[in-house]
């Protein structure tokens, strides 16, 4: 039964996962795009890419807070449909927006602040996609562990990244970032440590009178 619920949510992250990437090159072959097609491809692969990496980070406090031990299997599929979708927005930037032209590129990471913070956060998750097997788990031990922290330090510079781009509206990427610092927040020992509490049903006293054995 635990097997057939684990590849059941495989296969619907998978497919919720490509669809959104199916939509967009649909709508790009058959011209759905705003007339700033290539604006409108960052927009959407950057939002992806954020909403999949918080729903990466929603399996451990759905784990935590409800013992549904198989979401935890979802972690690493999520995350790497996260990172596919950072490369997306990426790949946007440098080859349809600037053509692959290193010094202009190099020059507009450094002069905007907002694309420094997106590039910082590519920058963390690159190792996080690379070591995401079993085999580096094992290799890399309790660094592992570590090293996969700082998810969150990425997941709030794409959240930076979103509202240095907005400028004015910041309410939608604000509304990422509350979402990022809830699930640091359920992470916390304290935190967590009064889910289990709440979790652990309370010993029942023996209250019957112990058997007396006859002399």
Request: net charge positive.
């Amino acid at each position: 039964m635990a097997r057939k619920t684990n590849t059941w949510l495989r296969i619907i992250v998978h497919i919720a996962s490509i669809l959104p990437l199916a939509v967009l090159i649909w709508d790009f072959t058959s011209g759905r795009l705003s007339v700033n097609p290539i604006e409108d491809i960052t927009s959407r692969t950057g939002t992806y890419a954020l909403v999949w990496l918080i729903l990466s980070l929603v399996c451990t406090p759905i784990n935590t807070l409800s013992g549904f031990k198989p979401v935890m299997k979802l972690r690493r599929p999520l995350g790497l449909y996260a990172f596919m979708y950072v490369c997306l927005h990426l790949l946007t930037f440098t080859g349809l927006d600037y053509g692959f032209n290193l010094n202009a590129i190099i020059q507009t990471i450094i002069e905007k602040r907002y694309i420094l913070a997106g590039f910082s956060a590519f920058l963390l998750l690159l190792p996080l996609a690379i070591t995401s097997t079993k085999w580096w788990q094992r290799r890399l031990g309790r660094f592992w562990r570590q090293l996969h922290r700082l998810v969150y330090v990425a997941a709030l510079l794409g959240v930076l990244h979103y509202v240095w781009l907005v400028k004015s509206d910041i309410r939608e990427p604000l509304l990422y970032g509350t979402a990022v610092v809830a699930l640091l927040i359920l992470r916390t020992p304290y935190i967590k440590n009064v889910i289990k509490k709440i979790r652990t049903p309370p010993r029942q006293e023996n209250t019957h009178d112990p058997q007396i054995s006859p002399n």
